[in-house]
């Protein structure tokens, strides 16, 4: 009952204050709506990255450690780890491939997997229509089958009902599908949509022929623990049998295996989330304690005029314990009704995050979204609202001195010097937690700004990128070169076209780069040790049409041919590091385990690598020598490039009619997306820099201008003691600055220890630029100017009669 | 002889929400360097607000105002305050002190505004807070205080910064009578020292105090009479 009449009270007291509570609300709607949504995102993309899995989060990743660094674990390692640990309840491995699916007459390449084991069973997803793969279709010997996704059976196959039992050709062997698997389930490689699954035994022994990735090699092997059974038993259960196997091994690996939470899985576009959002979620957090801060000084400031209503309660026998529950149910009124309203906000805003993604040559499925834990953490948040701006208002406002109170009758004096100190403690911590946001957000932005402006050492104007994956063609891999090598000669011809080369991977593009261990000849490494670098298979021409200059030796041409003396060219720094003062043309090295190759040219440095630190060096080789799946057309165009599309595709069609361009995209569009997840950060970090500023400005200015009010008698007394307007002025705005003075000293340092963090978080922040703390500085300490000056000038042209009858 | 302060025509009209209330009408008044004027009259007839006027508090609607032979009409804010500061000294019914600061605070502030140095204005704030016998409280906060030492600590700092006039606003008003008591023998005292003082008070007992005393009834003077010469209350 007690509580059922605080309630109404409360809801009273807020319907009478309308602005009050409007303010109010929407401020808490704003700090708790930023949150559920960022909350929302996290969890939906990085806790559970899997989509139409059920309880995907519970998943775990099995994942050697080589030399200190993660790498992928053998299909025949997976073989014995799943056979003898005894801690899984079922597992499965998969691998991502570029597949060429042929229907009709027509085919399409599209991204799939090959799974091993249970796939389905862990993944705990069911058909649709027809079955799943059991493993049993996954042995040696047995006929291989495909289960379409329900998005690739729509799109591809018109919902055909009668799609399951029929065959096509899968990388030009007959395959039959048996089945489509339920809506919403995209695959295990998080934010990525797969078109189909097939089991790796019959893939292998159907392709074997034409595959050019390493069969032993899966990408992901996931599992289910047993009941009872804890990540750490299993990782140890599964190091002691790697261990075992070290002897064993053949390979001349170190590899030890791992058991690790899905949410610490390499590959999918969670790992690459994983970063933002978690800076996110600390600005949000920040957003968030601003905001309950700038409604307690709220509650506060009306809890002091709510003094004598206070002290007549407890003359009238009320308890402290009642006055403390009045003021918290005040408090939870507001916190619920905010976070209504900021559910509500997050729930329009849930799917924002996608139009920060960036183009990317893969078909996507981010499905950012509010599950049930974001409505709980909503309904949480709300309740932690409460008790963050009511708990000390609470305190303080029934720690009335009843005779003073009711003696001043609720005057503007009765104000207690521990509520000014504790509203001037709430600025200070607005303050600090702004100067400490905006500093992140300039640093992640000047930092964006500093790459996206840094040379990249290739032009990027003017420049057309077509991508062909030879998995849609029948085409033998021997073939592929020279369709490539007629496609460049009809494209050179074209109007408009300056230059035209091909390459395997495309600089900056953040899908991906290879990698290779070179070892140059005479030089010697240890075991692990040996370098590494960027490796990308080009065609002739392809340093002069991406405008990288060629400083010794030659460019590559057709005689480099397959079957030739296997040649590379390597980037400067290459040169310079292991061939120091020495000519490097006609040096040789050894690719991996591979035969020599000869240096025939060195180029200027580029910077290949999208995300994470460039792996230093790059080498170059000619495509004919080492075929690749997929190849990207470079066209360095006089004008607009998207006038060599519609010829592109024509030249394309003559030449192979049933190969498509799989995309087409200006270069600079992959340097633009190179620093996609700094690029959320620094976008919506931005957002909410600002949103904090005008928090924090408000705040401020609410708090002085109350304050101010509060002591026009004071000020009064000092207009009659001789102080102008320019002394109250200072005397105003010197309080107020003194608050910033001390939040900017603190949201500095907090920035400074908060920016290390982040670096370690994003490889690309380092320390924050001094250049970004005077900018932030002077943004921060002109606003305040601004927002303590107007209760200032107010104060400083206070009419003194007036003020001094003011009671 | 010139007198202090010199008011002719004063008038001050409130305006608010289209209604005009006439505070004060063609007000005359002389007071002469070294008197002490006493200002009476019932609640509401204006007293304050020519006190307010005397003060520069606030500014009459109409007529002439001249302060130790000078106009005191039309000043810029910035001059207005210094003549508050150095030449009138206020004691307030409510004291008026800022309960943040200490007594010594409180006191040396004028001399802060007048931008006076940190040696001599602690000697002359405690030269007066000895003279209202409350050097003792120097550190204490006027909260810590009795009503009549609050107000001796008001009367200090009045006199801290050596004023022309002292204006006082009622200022037994909230003493009790042994208190209100003290606070006019200290008034009586500074008076006898030569200090000019101009008290607004309704209350008898003190306006004998006086040596002369102005009547005033709805915003008019409407008499003004003379103590005996060596009339000693």
Same mark, same amino acid.
């Given at each position: *009952? ?44 990085? =806790? ?15 994942? /050697? ?18 056979? +003898? ?99 919403? !389930? ?38 289910? =623990? ?22 064993? $091994? ?15 899985? $390499?590959? /999918? ?62 408090? =939870? ?5 905010? /976070? ?21 040559? !893969? ?14 953490? &909503? ?42 100190? *504790? ?10 937690? &702004? ?21 990249? @050492? ?94 010794? @030796? ?32 006609? %040096? ?18 580029? %910077?290949?690598?999208? *995300?994470?630190?460039?792996? #230093? ?55 633009? #997306? ?53 002394? =109250? ?20 340092? #907090? ?15 380092? &320390? ?28 400083? !042209? ?10 | ?38 200002? +009476? ?13 005397? /003060? ?76 209202? #016998?409350?050097?003792?409280? +120097? ?59 101009? *008290? ?9 105090? +006086?040596? $002369? ?21």
């Amino acid at each position: *009952m007690t509580m059922l009449h605080d309630l109404r009270f409360a809801l009273r007291l807020h319907l009478k204050r309308p602005l009050f509570t409007l303010i109010a609300v929407l401020c808490l709607a704003l700090g708790i709506g930023v949150n559920v949504t960022i909350f929302g995102w996290f969890s939906s993309t990085v =806790l559970n990255p899997l989509q139409g899995v059920a309880r995907s989060g519970e998943l775990v990743i099995i994942d /050697g450690l080589e030399k200190g660094e993660r790498t992928s674990v053998k299909y025949s390692d997976y073989l014995e780890y799943r056979l +003898a640990t005894g801690v899984f309840q079922n597992s499965c491995g998969a691998d991502m491939r570029s597949l060429g699916i042929r229907h009709q007459e027509r085919t399409e390449a599209v991204q799939g997997q090959i799974v091993t084991g249970d796939f389905f069973g862990t993944m705990e997803v069911g058909p649709a229509l027809g079955r799943t793969l059991t493993p049993q279709d996954c042995r040696r010997g047995q006929p291989l089958v495909a289960v379409l996704s329900h998005d690739y059976w729509v799109r591809r196959f018109l919902s055909d009902p009668g799609i399951v039992g029929q065959s096509v050709l899968l990388q030009g062997s007959p395959c039959t599908i048996v089945g489509v698997a339920k809506a919403g !389930f995209h695959g295990s490689m998080s934010g990525l949509a797969m078109a189909c699954w097939v089991p790796l035994e019959p893939y292998l022994d159907a392709t074997q022929a034409s595959s050019d990735r390493n069969p032993d090699d899966l990408n992901d092997i996931f599992a289910r =623990l047993k009941p009872g059974v804890s990540l750490s038993q299993a990782s140890d259960r599964v190091l002691a049998l790697s261990k075992e196997r070290a002897h064993q $091994r053949t390979d001349n690996r170190d590899l030890e295996a791992y058991v690790y939470p899905i949410t610490e899985n $390499r590959h /999918g576009i969670h790992g690459v989330l994983r970063a933002p959002m978690l800076i996110l979620g600390f600005a949000a957090a920040f957003l968030f304690l601003v905001a309950c801060s700038n409604v307690a000084n709220l509650i506060l400031a009306r809890g002091a005029e709510r003094q004598g209503e206070f002290a007549l309660r407890l003359a009238l026998g009320g308890s402290k314990g009642r006055l403390i529950s009045q003021v918290m149910m005040e408090g =939870l009124l507001l916190g619920l009704a905010g /976070g209504l309203v900021g559910l509500l906000a997050a729930w329009a805003s849930q799917r924002v995050l996608l139009g920060f993604m960036p183009p990317t040559n !893969f078909r996507m499925a981010l499905d950012p979204h509010l599950g049930g834990t974001a409505i709980a953490f &909503a309904f949480g948040l709300s309740l932690l609202t409460c008790l963050l701006v009511s708990v000390l208002p609470a305190l303080l406002s029934s720690n009335v001195k009843l005779a003073s109170a009711m003696k001043e009758g609720g005057s503007k004096e009765s104000q207690s010097i521990r509520q000014r100190r *504790m509203m001037s403690a709430l600025i200070v911590v607005e303050l600090t937690l &702004a100067t400490l946001l905006l500093t992140l957000t300039g640093h992640v932005i000047h930092t964006m700004k500093t790459l996206q402006a840094a040379p990249t @050492g290739f032009g990027m104007k003017n420049q057309l990128v077509a991508g062909i994956d030879f998995a849609a063609s029948d085409l033998e891999s021997a073939k592929r070169p020279l369709l490539i090598q007629d496609l460049l000669l009809r494209a050179r011809q074209l109007p408009g076209v300056v230059s035209a080369s091909a390459g395997f991977t495309v600089p900056r593009d953040f899908s991906g780069f290879y990698g290779c261990s070179f070892i140059p000849e005479g030089q010697t490494f240890a075991k692990g040790a040996e370098p590494k670098g960027d490796w990308n298979p080009v065609f002739p021409d392809y340093f002069r049409t991406l405008g990288i200059p060629l400083l010794q @030796g030659r460019e590559f041409n057709t005689g480099d041919a397959a079957g030739s003396e296997p040649v590379a060219i390597v980037d400067q720094r290459l040169a310079r590091r292991f061939w120091p003062g020495q000519d490097p043309i006609g %040096k040789r090295m050894r690719m991996g385990s591979k035969e020599l190759v000869n240096v025939v040219g060195v180029v200027r440095d580029i %910077k290949h690598s999208a *995300m994470g630190p460039d792996r #230093g060096y790059t080498v170059f080789q000619p495509f004919t020598q080492n075929p690749m799946s997929s190849i990207a057309l470079h066209l360095h165009t006089e004008g607009s490039p998207w006038s060599l599309v519609a010829p592109l595709r024509t030249a394309l069609a003559d030449l192979a009619p049933s190969l498509p361009l799989a995309y087409t995209r200006e270069l600079v569009s992959f340097h633009e #997306g190179a620093q996609f997840p700094l690029r959320i950060a620094a976008q919506i970090l931005g957002f909410l820099g600002l949103v904090t500023l005008l928090l924090a400005t408000v705040g401020t200015y609410g708090l002085i201008s109350h304050a101010t009010t509060r002591r026009s008698r004071e000020f009064g007394i000092r207009l009659s003691l001789g102080a102008t307007p320019g002394n =109250l002025y200072r005397l105003v705005v010197g309080q107020g600055a003194r608050l910033a003075g001390i939040a900017f000293v603190l949201g500095l340092a #907090g920035a400074l220890a908060l920016g290390k963090a982040m670096a370690s978080l994003i490889t690309e922040l380092g &320390a924050v630029d001094p250049w970004v703390i005077i900018g932030v500085t002077l943004i921060l300490a002109s606003v305040t100017l601004l927002a303590l000056s107007i209760p200032a000038w107010r104060a400083a !042209f206070l009419e003194p009669s007036k003020a001094l009858r003011d009671e | 002889m010139t007198p202090l302060i010199h008011l002719e025509s004063i008038k001050k009209v409130f305006t608010t929400d289209e209604i005009e209330t006439h505070a004060l009408a063609d007000i005359h008044l002389d007071i002469k360097e070294g008197e002490f004027l006493s200002i +009476a009259g019932p609640s509401g007839c204006g007293k304050s607000t020519l006190l307010s006027i005397l /003060g520069l508090l606030d500014t009459p609607t109409d007529g002439t105002y001249i302060l130790n032979k000078k106009p005191a009409s039309g000043l810029k804010l910035s001059e207005r305050a210094r003549i508050r500061n150095r030449e009138i000294g206020f004691i307030f019914q409510s004291f008026n002190l800022i309960g943040d600061l200490t007594v010594f605070e409180n006191v040396e502030l004028p001399l802060v505004y007048r931008g006076m140095s940190v040696g001599e204005r602690r000697a002359r704030a405690m030269g007066v807070l000895e003279e209202v #016998g409350m050097s003792h409280r +120097a550190k204490h906060l006027p909260s810590q205080l009795s009503g009549g030492q609050q107000q001796r600590v008001a009367v200090a700092r009045a006199l801290a910064g050596r004023p022309s006039v002292l204006l006082a606003d009622e200022p037994t008003g909230n003493l009790d009578s042994t208190n209100g008591e003290a606070v006019m023998d200290l008034l009586k005292d500074l008076h006898q020292r030569g200090s000019t003082i101009c *008290m607004v008070t309704h209350d008898t007992r003190f306006t004998a105090f +006086a040596e $002369r005393t102005v009547h005033l009834f709805d915003g008019r003077i409407v008499s003004e009479e003379e103590a005996a010469k060596n009339h000693v209350p």
